[in-house]
Structure formats: C-alpha cells, structure tokens
C-alpha cells in the first residue's frame, strides 16, 4: 500500500506541475498530496498490503461497541450504501435472518428494443432486439457462509449479458455469471465479510452510475468488506485483488482495489449525504497487448511492428459524492464523480454530474435520469468502462436522460437516450435509443 501511495503522489505532483495552481482542482490535489504523504510515512516501516490494512482498520472499529447492523456485503450499489443483488434484497426482507442448509433463488428477464446510429463514414443505422436471462442461486451453508452460483445467457463479454435476437432462431448461449464463495468470521460477522471467486462488481458507484465500472462487470479474485455504524454515521472499505491475465512464461496482470465510503443519515434513516475515495491499480498494462479482444475501446496504442499494444498505465484516482433532497416525498440525489489516471499528466481525467429523481418502490411509481460526462482519452481502463456511453469508449462526452416506471413491484419499463460525441476534439455523433422491459424474481 505504500508503494502505491508513493506513485500516486509522483504521479499527482506531475499532474499539478501541468495545471494552473489557481485552478479548483490544482487546491483539491494539493490536499490530498499532503495527506497522501503522510500517510505514506505511516506505513513506510510496516509495509502492510491493501487488505491487512482493511482488517486493521475494522478490528479496531470492532472496539466501538456498534448497535447498528451492518449492511451485507454487495449491498454497495442502486442508491447508497444499500446496493446490488437480489440475494441481498431477500435478506433484507426477510429481516436479514439466515438459515443453516437454506436455498435462495434469484433470476430475472429483461428484452431489449435498441436502435443506434453514429454519424461517421458509413452513417449506418443499427436496430438490435436483445434478451438477457439470468437465474442464480445462493446456499446458507451455515449463518456466516455461502456459496453463490449464476448462470446467464450471452457470450464471454465482459461486460454484458445481453443476446442479440438474430440467426435465424439458433440457440443462444449460457455462462457462468456467478461463482463464489462468502465467509463472515463469527466474533465480527457484523463487521467483516470476504468474498473468492467471480463475484458481482463490489465497488461503489455514486447512483449507480458507470463512470469507470459498468454494472455487469464480474471480477475474479478476493475482495474483503469492513462496514461499521455509529449512530447516523455509516462507513465501508473494501479491498481487492483481482487476476486480469495470467501468463504462462511472463508477469501476471491484476487489479488492486482500495475503496472508502462514507454516509450520513437523517434520523429517520433517509440517506442525506455519501462520500467516498477510490484508487485502483491495473498493472502490467503498458506495451502490452489488450487483456481481452483487440478493441483499445479509445485507450492510447501503438504499433509495434507485429502488434498493436496499449501507450499507458492505468493508476486511477476516484473522488466522489452524493447529497440526497427531498421534494414533495421523493428524493432528488445529485451526483458528482471525477477519475484521474495518476500515471500521465495529459488526457487522463474524467468525470461525470447527474441527478436522479423519484424512487422505484411501488406500482406506478417512476424514476427520471439525467447525467452528463467528460472522459478524456486514457482517464480509465476503456474495456471496462460503461458499454452503452459513447459506444463502449473513452475520448467521449455528452448527456444520457433515462425515464423508468413500475409496473408492477418488480415489473419496470425503461426508456434511455443517449447524445454523445466520440472524439473529444473532432468527433462523431453517437446517439442511442434502448426501451427495456424488465421482470425480477427474488
């Protein structure tokens, strides 16, 4: 952790020597650097690894005497601190009580209507009819451990579970979404969870937005959740390791993550306000060719001669936010969230504003979307990035507006467009039409 400290202060003071010290986000580095540093002398002498540190971090927090239970881990998506998967979603309604030898089965459907059209030299229009089928199921081996398994329909892409209707009927594919394993050590299962295996994406997105994660993502590898709650004060760090390209005869490539969270809550448990920092380390990226494909997703290259490889490294820095209103009984939540690639002092920085309006809780309730962002060349990891923004790409701006309405307690319909420029200098327009109809069961 403190090598990575190291280079991200390096990497930060490059940053800061390329920008006008005047500017609001030449101040806001400044601070961090001052924290960074420190930190970093902290943990010179004991150089402890992402992980241990977590685990210090909540054994000492166990010393507080929490009343408050502590959210599940994978409940870090949707709105808050409260996010993710159907698992958890029955846990909660359940009261969150758990069953030795207890089965709990999740799926869902969605069919997609998908109209595309970017204004380049072809300027072809595209129209898709896509599904997406998913059916998992959790086993309570005993109250602090489970294994998770999900299958869903689509190919090896990493980041969509969609199947284009086409081929003249053929079948479709199924893979494995899911596959892991949790454990909650028994003294502080109210505290610590741990996942291994391919496991639902664990990092936080402010509104679930995709800045530089999207929402179908699967890692592979360990992840470690410390949560704690202090009246209205509510906290989460997570740390991963996750494999990206094991190479028989070379270095393997992974993805370190260090995420924290905070909230704060009303005493009548609306969420008020989020926050939290992120750093995620991709190594062996560099003069290498792409981990997945041969699509740079708008990511620097060259070519070598024989291959096209990636230009950069990709040590990115996440700052974000959340601030929760209420209008008329609905919540209004802003969201702000800025990446910055710590590795290079040009083309590196991305960010993303938005609101969310309304709640889906009930039939004939709705919730309206409206986000706008900036992703400069090689601020993130393009494969990784959201799939649908820009055409899967960075060098990209522009808005997406989405409507959706319940029609029933877990029957929606969702309505998104998306107007976006790939290139941030001289681009083309992308515009995107998709209309969802979706069913859960849990």
């Known amino acids: 952790m403190g090598l990575l400290l190291m ?67 994978g409940q870090m998506s949707g709105n808050g601190l409260k996010q993710v998967t159907a698992y958890d979603s029955r846990e909660a309604s359940e009261g969150g009580a758990e069953e030795t030898g207890k089965f709990r089965f999740t799926a869902d459907f969605l069919y997609r209507y998908h109209v595309s059209d970017r204004d380049d030299d072809d300027n072809v229009k595209r129209v898709r009819h896509r599904i997406r089928a998913r059916f998992g199921i959790k086993v309570l081996i005993r109250d602090d451990a489970a294994v998770v398994f999900q299958l869903a329909s689509g190919s090896d892409d990493l980041v969509s579970s969609n199947q284009t209707l086409t081929d003249a009927f053929s079948s479709k594919n199924v893979t494995f979404d899911l596959a892991y394993g949790e454990y909650k050590p028994p003294i502080f299962k109210k505290m610590f969870t741990f996942q291994a295996g391919k496991v639902i994406l664990p990092v936080y997105r402010p ?10 993502l699967r890692p592979e590898g360990l992840t470690a959740f410390v949560s704690s709650r202090i009246g209205s004060i509510e906290t989460k760090m997570l740390g991963g390791m996750y494999i990206l390209k094991e190479r028989e005869n070379d270095v393997e490539s992974e993805l370190l993550v260090g995420q924290f969270i905070g909230g704060y809550s009303l005493q009548d448990d609306k969420e008020l306000l989020k926050f939290g920092i992120g750093y995620f380390h991709l190594t062996e990226i560099k003069d290498r060719t792409p ?32 601030a929760s209103l209420y ?26 504003a938005g609101l969310i309006y309304g709640k889906l809780d009930k039939r004939g309730s709705w919730q309206c979307r409206y ?44 309505l998104s467009y998306f107007h976006n420029q790939i290139g941030l200098n001289d681009g083309d327009t992308f515009q995107s039409l998709m209309l969802d109809f979706s069913i859960k069961i849990k």
Request: hydrophobic content about 40%; overall charge negative; charged content about 20%.
């Open 207 to 216: 509104g679930a937005t995709e800045l530089l994660w999207d929402n179908d």
């Open 7 to 73: 280079r991200t202060s390096i990497s930060m003071e490059k940053f800061m020597q390329h920008n006008s010290p005047h500017s609001d986000l030449w101040v806001l580095c400044r601070i961090m650097l001052v924290g960074m540093n420190s930190l970093q002398l902290l943990l010179a002498s004991c150089r402890l690894p992402v992980i241990a540190a977590i685990l210090f971090f909540g054994l000492w927090a166990g010393t507080t005497e929490l009343k408050a239970q502590e959210p599940t881990s």
């Open 327 to 352: 209008w008329h009984g609905r919540p209004i939540v802003l969201i702000a969230d800025l990446a910055i690639n710590t590795y290079l002092s040009a083309d590196n920085i991305g960010w993303l």
């Open 371 to 414: 986000n706008y962002r900036r992703v400069e060349k090689d601020a993130l990891y393009g494969t990784f990035s959201d799939s649908n923004f820009g055409d899967g790409s960075t060098d990209t701006k522009g808005h997406l507006i989405s409507l959706q309405f319940a029609l029933d307690q877990d029957i929606a319909g969702t």
């Open 291 to 322: 981990l997945f494909g041969n699509d740079f997703f708008g990511n620097s290259s060259y070519f070598d001669g024989t291959d096209e490889r990636h230009a950069a490294e990709y040590h990115e820095l996440e700052l974000f936010t959340e």
